[in-house]
């Protein structure tokens, strides 16, 4: 560890970019402000309105803040390497990206689950649902999350941290535990053995969402208004799992079993759960919801002379 701490890695991944990096950065920076936007907005709102502190919204504030996170973990960086000559990244910072992004994905795997429970409850028990998600349920969930999260990826970087690197090149636009682990020159069957615990883990719990899906089908088979709710809550957060669990998998199989020869799309599609995740969760979940449509509507329509007119009145 001690001699770790001097090393600085090259990142090799923007390689091929260096010839159109302004239109790069351009994009690179619209993207991470227009995801800063969409989830600040889905957050505000809730936080604001008193109306929507209601659990199913408290946890999509959870997973918008953690995308933000998990974004800027990827996105600040890019942009800095767009700008810079070199792409390098110290030891110590390579560390705290990694840090960050994992923790972002065991908080929205979690997330997501949690999620699962609250539309199971709403849809499959709803004389029920306020009396088992009460205010301090939610919040113990949310505080479940992040520490399993944080637990993950603490003994994940723990066991990285103790292996003696020979490399210093990284084949990717950002730093990732298995590009890490692969630069070691001692035996690391601890790391592919946690990482293989961590997919079946994750695996299972995604399992168990779907089967919570198969009860919600059949209840929502029941009652219009049960199909309404299923249509609009559980669908799109079934699409953002399928598309998050998806994207996940296939980077951590193409990282260990993949060859070279696809280095560009290996880079795109390891930086889409990075990407694709924070922009879209607070549209299909927040924007989806005719509760939050009405009041950013209301917000954006706003005018000052309305407010000035209904104070003489």
Not at 43 to 53: N, P, S
Not at 206 to 228: D, F, G, K, M
Request: glycine letters at 4%; hydrophobic letters at 50%; proline letters at 3%.
């Amino acid at each position: 560890m001690n001699e770790n701490v001097h090393i600085v890695f090259v990142l090799n991944g923007l390689n091929d970019s260096l010839t159109n990096r302004q239109i790069y950065f351009g994009l690179t920076l619209t993207s991470y402000l227009f995801t800063i936007f969409v989830n600040l907005t889905l957050i505000l709102t809730v936080c604001l309105d008193k109306t929507l502190h209601q659990p199913m919204y408290v946890f999509m504030c959870n997973l918008c803040f953690t995308g933000i996170c998990g974004a800027s973990s990827f996105y600040l960086k890019l942009l800095s390497d767009l700008l810079a000559d070199a792409h390098v990244i110290t030891y110590a910072g390579c560390l705290t990206q990694m840090f960050i992004s994992y923790t972002y994905i065991f908080c929205q795997l979690n997330g997501l689950t949690i999620m699962a429970y609250d539309r199971y409850l709403a849809i499959c028990q709803p004389l029920r649902y306020w009396a088992l998600m009460t205010g301090q349920k939610v919040a113990l969930l949310l505080l479940l999350t992040w520490c399993l999260s944080l637990v993950e990826t603490a003994v994940g970087l723990a066991l990285i941290a103790i292996l003696p690197l020979c490399s210093r090149h990284i084949a990717r636009i950002f730093c990732t535990s298995w590009e890490v682990v692969k630069l070691s020159c001692s035996d690391t069957s601890a790391n592919n053995l946690y990482g293989i615990m961590l997919m079946i883990l994750h695996l299972v719990q995604v399992i168990v969402i779907l089967v919570s899906y198969v009860h919600l089908v059949r209840s929502a088979t029941r009652s219009q208004e049960h199909r309404r709710k299923f249509a609009q809550t559980c669908l799109p957060h079934l699409v953002s799992l399928l598309v998050f669990s998806a994207s996940l998998l296939f980077d951590a199989l193409y990282s260990r079993y993949g060859g070279g020869s696809m280095a560009a799309l290996q880079n795109a599609l390891a930086a889409e759960f990075l990407v694709v995740p924070p922009i879209v969760n607070p549209i299909i979940y927040g924007m989806n919801l005719k509760q939050i449509r009405t009041r950013i509507s209301l917000w954006i329509n706003f005018r000052p002379q309305n407010l000035h007119r209904d104070f003489l009145k």
